[in-house]
């Protein structure tokens, strides 16, 4: 060991410390949050922008055909979704598309155009129908109408020359329009978390159930969005969440202020819970250990030194490693050129897992949050959507986000809180919107 070099356990141990949270800060964080959405829906500031959505709980009788389109990452859908009723729904037909890493830093048009161009070979081999379509946008957006979205500032790493402030329905539209496609029209504009809320509603609602309260994307990003009865459906862009201070460590205060695109600030929860980013998080300890202790010391010269080269799926891979020697941890970072001992091994899953076990109850607090404005003394049941690639991907995050709850709220009032997977739930829940939407008709213009 060299003499300025702290002493590897140590460091390790105090790393892994860091991450951890107590149920009474969690509390805190809790009350927080929930004080925010009151003040957000009383257009009193705050980090949560508790946005309008202008549209109101499916019956679960809803049909018909509708184009989908989604949008909230580097790669999007285009399909045809047909609502037969009864909750029922089928894909007729999808694609995906890829933005190329130029769009997302790029001009508005191109990324519009891919878009559309993907809605056109959709809607290729059907040339006489007519159809809505429900455009899923998941970046925060200002609606004004069902049919009508102002982008606020992007998140996820995309920073589009000019799109804040811009109608992305409207733009959507020109972008058809320039593909001689007028016979589909952009009816219903809503964020991915709306979408997932909706579809679990749909389905429940077609038999006898309740609908869903809560609808939470964890994914590349995360957000909330929640059904608050007399002030409608609202996307909180819970991302956005700044009360996180007392759980940040330094790790995070860096990250955040390094990044311009979310700006320093912006998307702080996000920032520590979502996939984007605590692959980073684990990225940044390690070459942090590396530089202060005798572990990890080819990490500098190693690919694993680039910003952003760890995801959530290799967080993923981690945990499932069950070989007694961390065999899969070790191969793992032999594609980062970096070579491994056992307890080096042993060190990159302790962290890991403390970093995505920080991530479940920091989400199990923000929901706890949103509830606590619903339902005080949580005395109902209560359902919460869910979809995401790091939920739907990381290895038992839905118990850890259990595990929080009963921490915080205890065994019996945590059994009320239902956690309702909702796998793929964009495309189907933009139709049941759309469909929401044509029943509204009138209405459009009433408050969401
Ligand atoms: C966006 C939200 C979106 C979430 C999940 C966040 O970065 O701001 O609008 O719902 O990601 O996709």
Known sequence: M????????????????????????????????????????????GSLKMLRTFTRQPTGRERGLVVVVDWG??????????LAGAGAARVVTEEVFTFSSQDKVGAIAPVFDVVATAVGRIVADRPAAAYPLAFVYSFPARLERIDRAV???????????????????????????????????????????????MLQSYRARATGGRPADIGLILGTGTNQAADLGPDGIRNLESGNFDGVAPVATRYDVALDRELLDPKPGAQRLEKMVSGRYLGELLRR????????????????????ATPFAVDSEHLSRIATDRTAGLDQVGALLRTFGLASSRSEREGVRELSAAIVRRS???VAATLLGTLQVIDPALADRRTVAVDGSLWGGYPGFA????????????????????????????????AVIAAVAASQGSERCSSG
Not at 20 to 28: C, E
Not at 73 to 82: D, L, M, N, S, Y
């Open 2 to 45: 060299s003499p300025m070099a702290a002493p590897a356990d140590v460091a390790l141990a105090e790393a892994v410390a860091a991450f951890d949270t107590t149920p009474a800060v969690l509390d805190g964080i809790a009350h927080e949050f929930g004080l925010q959405i009151g003040r957000g829906l009383a257009g009193a500031g």
């Open 73 to 82: 990452g580097t790669k999007g859908r285009a399909g045809i979704v047909e």
């Open 151 to 197: 982008a606020l500032a992007l998140t996820k790493g995309w920073s589009v020359a000019g799109l804040e402030g811009q109608d992305v329905a409207a733009l959507l539209s020109a972008a058809l329009e320039r593909r001689g496609l007028t016979r589909v029209t952009v009816t219903a504009v809503a964020n991915d978390t709306v979408a997932t809320l």
């Open 285 to 304: 300890v390690v070459c942090d250990l590396g530089q202060r202790t005798v572990q990890f010391r080819g990490v500098a010269g190693s690919a694993f």
């Open 360 to 362: 479940a109850r920091l």
């Open 399 to 430: 118990g850890l986000v259990r595990g929080a709850f009963i921490d915080l709220v205890g065994a019996e009032r945590a059994d009320r809180i239902e956690l309702a997977f909702v796998k793929d739930s964009t495309s189907i829940g933009a």
